[in-house]
């Protein structure tokens, strides 16, 4: 069966601080990984990877996929209370466009 | 680039009724769209795959009958909540995939919709 598995569940840190977010995936047909950050609405993208070892980066966050050990990572430098959300990743199937997630990574950012 | 709106955002039905959620993708196309519903704490599960002009792909242990959606043309599909009940209530996420690639729309994504928070009392 097809999984996404994040880690961990919940954080809790201080600003400041740099967190790294895992997640490992078991997909068939795999075309893409991507991460999302989810507020009180719907998510919204951060990142797309398909390719191994390449980093994507967008200000303090920044991901890389490694395909060999079937995981991704997402690190987020110098919190801020503003970082504060669900982190989600998904697996994105090569055929039919279809998502699974992972059950996604609460991330509490402290003052 | 790539938005996606959905209607209403949020919506108090009584049992027994009937709710339809509208998912539009306003400057793209989309030949297939998905229907999430997500509880609270938890990840998004999958409900559907709606493709347009065909009839939609469930997943396993969603109830057809009572989850009735249509994606009559390539900017808009819907989701109808047959007979409603409190358990129903939940928050219902659509995004949609776009046709083609270009310099604001990939088809390697989804793009997502705000949400419809649903309460059946």
């Known amino acids: 069966e097809d999984k996404v598995v994040q880690s961990p569940l919940s954080l809790v840190v201080h600003e400041g601080d740099t967190v790294t977010l895992n997640c490992s995936y078991e997909v068939t047909n795999f075309r893409s990984l991507l991460w999302y950050k989810q507020e009180k609405k719907a998510p919204t993208f951060l990142f797309m990877l398909t390719s191994s070892g390449i980093e994507k980066k967008s200000g303090r966050l920044s991901s890389i996929l490694d395909k060999k050990e079937l995981s991704s990572i997402l690190n987020i430098t110098a919190t801020q209370t503003g970082d504060s959300a669900i982190y989600l990743c998904?697996?994105?199937?090569?055929?039919?466009?279809?998502?699974?997630f992972g059950q996604g990574t609460e991330l509490s950012v402290k003052p | 680039g790539a938005v996606v709106s959905q209607h209403p955002s949020w919506v108090i039905c009584k049992s027994g009724t009937s709710v339809k959620i509208e998912c539009r993708s306003l400057d793209f196309q989309a030949t297939t769209m998905f229907w999430y519903r997500q509880f609270p704490k938890q990840s998004l599960m999958l409900m559907a795959t709606s493709n347009e002009g065909s009839k939609a792909t469930y997943e396993q242990g969603v109830e057809k009958d009572k989850f009735l959606i249509n994606h009559a043309s390539l900017t808009l599909s819907t989701l109808t909540v047959t007979s409603a009940h409190p358990e129903d209530s939940s928050f219902y996420i659509c995004?949609?995939?776009?046709?083609?690639?270009?310099?604001?729309?990939?088809?390697?994504?989804?793009?997502f919709g705000p949400g419809t928070r649903l309460t059946v009392l």
């Open positions: 995004s949609a995939r776009a046709s083609g690639g270009n310099r604001q729309t990939s088809p390697d994504t989804q793009y």
């Open positions: 998904a697996a994105f199937y090569n055929q039919g466009g279809k998502l699974i």
